[in-house]
């Protein structure tokens, strides 16, 4: 890094300058050590989701196991000596977090639950909410719009109770915290309830404590209503780095989730409840455990006198339970404590967000739109989270899935959308009520990647750090923005000659101005696809006889069948567009097999994508986990109906054509990417034989022949209605097709970057394509709506926007991030290329084969920018 312009703002001693007072990275200067001994499987890892969840440490797991197998842990509900020795460990959990917290049984009650949510969902359906429409005033939930998602839906639950539900916005909220009135006796009893997080899941905002204590005596009213008000303070988020001393701040209701603190174990939470409030709880619902009698026959039912055990339906998960307490041991002993995660947590924050705001283009335009609250000055405001939308050099912004995508290069992880809180993301992003519900007519649904619609960011990219986090995960983040920002250009970054200056660089942000225009339709990023498509049905039945040649009169015909608009075979430059390569992959994410002609089925080409590699959970494994995938070479032999699998330093090994459909055959359903399939494992001797070339335990699984249960029901525009395409696994289409132009474009640009050349067939590999084509200009295929070849129509379903799997040699299975980085600088940002496609054959009773040399005979758009399919995932490539 040595010479470059933003190397000295990269090093640790301009992290410890650029520190606030009174904060510091690391625990005594151990951090280090700590990470290696608790975290290895961090190694080459940056991890920056913590808001979304902690990652456990090796002794947590050590510990907990030791005590299970010293152990002998029964069900708590029963008498016997295992099950006493359960009962009294959860009691003795419940004081360690009433510990943790800084109160007592005294005050708090310790409802266990399913997580923070279910938490929520406990306090709408307990709360003594009085409705509307009886004598006295009715009751209110009022809630923060920087709210989670489980907040804002109990007003579902208050809504059928006739409960009116009232959204507050945080500035309504901080100005009347300015104008506050002095303590006035709350008139009447008629409760209300208000909800807010004690930490934004989105900017990381810390809000007043200080409310807690206000609202419930009248000095802050989110509304003017006569009654009670209780609070319902949603720390899940702010738990995890800061403590929380109840004995203060004493809200009446505190969901967390251990897993935000710990990492493990999951789906377990907490309801801390206050006693005062915990007599006038209401429930209907009573489960085993919660009843201290009741009659089958009758209608008699009396509850537990115990707060705890009457809301605790069931048996809880007692052994997740009993993992707590060895979780905050281990926390505290690793750290001391979570003030000590407070200030670490926040220095790293405060450096990235400082280096981050001084981040420029040549032409002055900043690199990262910064969606803050606060200026970042204290950890007592602000957690340790950041929120941004990476620029362009003309303002735009880069679509968070293209951020992503690009971040997955350098093994970053990081958290994009919206975060589950709307209402933040509608606040920093300027996303109207009426653009939401614009957006989901688009297609576009919470938890998806599109980040842009129109040009206007849909969400955002969140990263966040954890007590485990180090300078070197921030400087890596750092590294790949600078990388990533600049990858266009040779733009140097005019930073401030000091790190004095660079601390008080101004930011953009929504706190400080609007958002610019981002209408630009060059700027529209993708959504991402995934690379390889899906398995595809094997039915022989599905191939027809071969005849290779057209006659004359069925070939006319078939041109007549085209659309009107069909451009001319001599389109441009007077050369034919013709078909160059055939490929298949018969298992998914292997090697290609190439063909000169191949019969196309009802899924696509006969036997492309029908076998799959799982790992022992039964989950596909893709390049992306598995690059050595690529080294397996598998080739149909149609004659012998088998299949061969080849790979260097093992012998050959064949697998049958033929469909298990006997009674031996053990039918399973698995899930790639987002559809569901019926599968059937291939046995013990093709996973012996991929196992051991893979070096670890898989095996080969093939999609069931029983097309009824295997088909998508998805109808591609254009077809008839009642043409249901059966795409079994692919996530987008039944074919990918990429043009020799295209790739000669982008080889001018990759040999460049490498400054070394590039082989055509090398780059044609990369992108595992089904057909190859050799148009006369490059990109013109993102022109097309339709294609025909031969005797066979194609829709054009959308472009295929890449994944980090083009990064992959498919001769040795090495990783170069160049590629991905080359194609999103050559394409203006972007990631698309290849279009996806679905045959539409003509009535003809001539047989589906797709050969080379065949034209193809496109038919242009009347939109020539290429909108992607209605697809919200990118989950697998091969």
């Known amino acids: 890094m040595a010479g470059e312009p933003w190397a000295e703002l990269l090093s640790f001693p301009a992290s410890q300058a650029m520190c606030p007072a009174g904060c510091g990275c690391g625990y005594g200067g151990g951090l280090r050590r700590l990470r290696e001994r608790e975290f290895p499987r961090l190694r080459g890892i940056t991890y920056l989701d913590h808001a979304g969840s902690a990652l456990f440490p090796e002794s947590l797991l050590k510990a907990f196991t030791d005590d299970l197998r010293s152990n002998v842990y029964g069900n708590p509900h029963s008498q016997n000596i295992s099950s006493k020795l359960t009962y009294d460990t959860i009691e003795h959990v419940r004081y360690r977090i009433l510990q943790h917290f800084h109160t007592t049984a005294e005050d ?490 191949w019969p196309v089925g009802n899924q696509g080409l006969l036997y492309d994508r029908n076998w799959m590699v799982v790992n022992p959970n039964g989950v596909c494994m893709t390049q992306k986990q598995e690059p050595r995938l690529c080294l397996v070479n598998p080739s149909i032999d149609l004659k012998q109906n088998i299949m061969v699998i080849q790979a260097e330093g093992m012998d050959p090994i064949s697998v049958s054509l033929e469909a298990n459909t006997g009674k031996e055959a053990v039918i399973c359903e698995s899930k790639v990417c987002s559809h569901r399939v019926k599968t059937y494992d291939c046995g013990e001797r093709i996973a012996g034989w991929l196992s051991m070339f893979l070096g670890r335990s898989c095996r080969l699984i093939r999609q069931s022949s029983d097309i009824k249960k295997n088909r998508h029901q998805k109808n591609a525009k254009g077809l008839a209605p009642a043409t249901s395409i059966s795409l079994s696994l692919v996530n987008e289409a039944q074919y990918l097709l990429i043009n020799v132009a295209s790739i000669l474009y982008l080889k001018e640009h990759i040999s460049a970057r490498l400054e070394e050349p590039l082989e055509v067939e090398e780059l044609i590999q990369r992108f595992r394509a089904n057909i190859v084509i050799s148009a006369p200009e490059s990109f013109e295929e993102e022109e097309w709506a339709e294609i025909s070849i031969g005797s066979l129509r194609f829709e054009v379903v959308g472009p295929c926007s890449r994944c980090q799997v083009i990064c992959i040699d498919q001769q040795s299975g090495e990783r170069n991030k160049e590629f991905l980085q080359s194609l999103s600088a050559a394409r203006g940002r972007k990631t698309n290329f290849g279009i996806y496609l679905m045959n539409q054959p003509l009535c003809s009773s001539f047989p589906d084969i797709l050969s080379i040399g065949s034209q193809v005979l496109p038919v242009l758009k009347e939109n020539p920018e290429i909108q992607p399919p209605p697809s919200s995932e990118e989950k697998c490539s091969g």
């Not at 949510?117 to 003594?128: G, I, N």
């Not at 009347?176 to 899941?201: D, I, M, V």
């Not at 009169?553 to 451009?567: F, N």
């Not at 298949?584 to 290609?592: E, N």
């Open 108 to 597: 708090y009650t310790i409802i266990f639950t399913s997580g923070c949510t279910a938490a929520l969902k406990l306090v709408a359906e307990a709360f003594p909410w009085v409705p509307e429409g009886i004598k006295q005033p009715s009751s209110r939930f009022c809630y923060l719009t920087d709210s989670h998602t489980s907040v804002v839906g109990m007003r579902g639950i208050t809504a059928s109770m006739n409960v009116l539900s009232v959204p507050v916005k945080p500035k309504e909220m901080l100005l009347s915290e300015k104008s506050r009135s002095p303590a006035e006796e709350q008139n009447g009893t008629t409760p209300h309830l208000f909800s807010y997080p004690a930490q934004s899941n989105f900017s990381g905002i810390k809000y007043p404590l200080s409310w807690i204590q206000d609202i419930k005596s009248g000095k802050l009213c989110p509304i003017k209503i006569p009654g009670k008000w209780f609070v319902l303070l949603d720390a899940a988020s702010y738990v995890s780095t800061s403590p929380l001393d109840l004995g203060v701040h004493q809200a009446d209701f505190i969901p967390i989730s251990f897993y935000k603190i710990f990492g493990f174990p999951t789906g377990l939470g907490a309801l801390l409840v206050n006693n005062r409030i915990a007599p006038f709880l209401r429930k209907t619902y009573f489960g085993g455990g919660t009843a201290a009698a009741y009659l089958a026959g009758e209608d008699f039912y009396f509850p537990q006198t115990s707060i705890a055990e009457r809301f605790e339906d069931g048996t809880v998960s007692f052994l997740d339970i009993i993992a707590l307490k060895h979780g905050f041991d281990v926390l505290e002993r690793l750290t001391g404590g979570m003030e000590n995660i407070k200030q670490h947590t926040f220095a790293l924050a405060h450096y990235t967000y400082t280096v981050l705001s001084a981040l420029k283009y040549a032409n002055g335009a900043p690199v990262v739109r910064i969606y803050r609250d606060t200026d970042f000055s204290s950890p007592d405001v602000q957690g340790p989270i950041i929120n941004f939308n990476m620029l362009d050099e003309n303002g735009e912004v880069i679509g968070f899935s293209q951020v992503d995508k690009m971040a997955s290069l350098y093994n970053i992880h990081v958290r994009t959308g919206c975060f589950c809180n709307t209402g933040a993301c509608q606040q920093h992003l300027g996303i109207s009520n009426e653009d939401i519900r614009r957006n989901l007519q688009a297609g576009h649904v919470c938890g998806d990647d599109r980040d842009l619609i129109d040009g206007r960011p849909t969400g955002s990219v969140r990263i966040s750090f954890g007590y485990m986090s180090t300078f070197e995960d921030a400087q890596t983040f750092l590294k790949f923005i600078i990388a990533t920002g600049f990858s266009r250009s040779n733009n140097e970054i005019p930073f401030q000659s000091s790190v004095t200056k660079l601390t008080t660089e101004s930011v953009r942000s929504p706190v400080q101005d609007d958002h610019p225009s981002c209408n630009n339709a060059n700027k529209l990023a993708p959504r991402m696809h995934i690379l390889d498509r899906e398995l595809w049905d094997n039915s022989s039945a599905a191939m027809k006889t071969v005849s290779w040649q057209l006659p004359e009169t069925e070939s006319e015909s078939m041109r007549a069948a085209v659309s009107e608009t069909a451009v001319p075979t001599c389109r441009r430059g007077g050369k034919p567009i013709t078909v160059t390569n055939i490929y298949l992959y018969p298992i998914k994410s292997c090697s290609a097999f190439e063909v000169a002609e």
